[in-house]
């Protein structure tokens, strides 16, 4: 079924001398009408999970599973001074009303459960609070 505006509507309704009161009640109408529904569920979306793919091609890494947490710095600064950062939002937690009464007493611990405003202090965004999966590459596709 083809779709039509509703402004062109209202022209060919004016163009055939609908009485106004009428075409204005019609137009506010269709204008009700094809506004989209709130009402209707959308599905349910789609979880995901962050990874952390890190570049092995000497081999260096060990074998087995890590994982760790996804953080963002300042781009002009140097990622060494990162450690740093945490420690700073951990120690400015650890001094809070909150942190006196619940100390954090590991990185895992800081990254669930310190709030992210001890972290903005110390310019270091937490974009995982649980940890998540790294694997390693080497850093080559294969040929097939």
Known sequence: MPKIDVSK????????????TVLRRVIEEMNIAVQPDTGEE?????????V???????GRLPKGD??????QIPENESVVTTPDRVLRGVYD??????GRLLPV???????????????KDADVWVKTKTPVLMLRTNNEIPKE
């Not at 959308?42 to 962050?50: D, E, L, R, S, T």
């Not at 937690?93 to 909150?98: R, T």
């Not at 007493?105 to 972290?119: D, I, L, Q, R």
């Open 9 to 20: 509507v209202a022209e060919i309704l004016k163009k055939n001398q609908i009485d106004p």
């Open 42 to 50: 959308k599905p349910p979306a789609v979880k995901k999970q962050w």
């Open 52 to 58: 952390i793919v890190l570049s092995d091609p000497e």
């Open 66 to 71: 890590f994982v760790g947490w996804v953080l």
């Open 93 to 98: 937690f650890n001094a809070s009303k909150k």
């Open 105 to 119: 007493k590991t990185v895992g611990e800081a990254f669930e459960n310190v709030p992210a405003k001890h972290f």
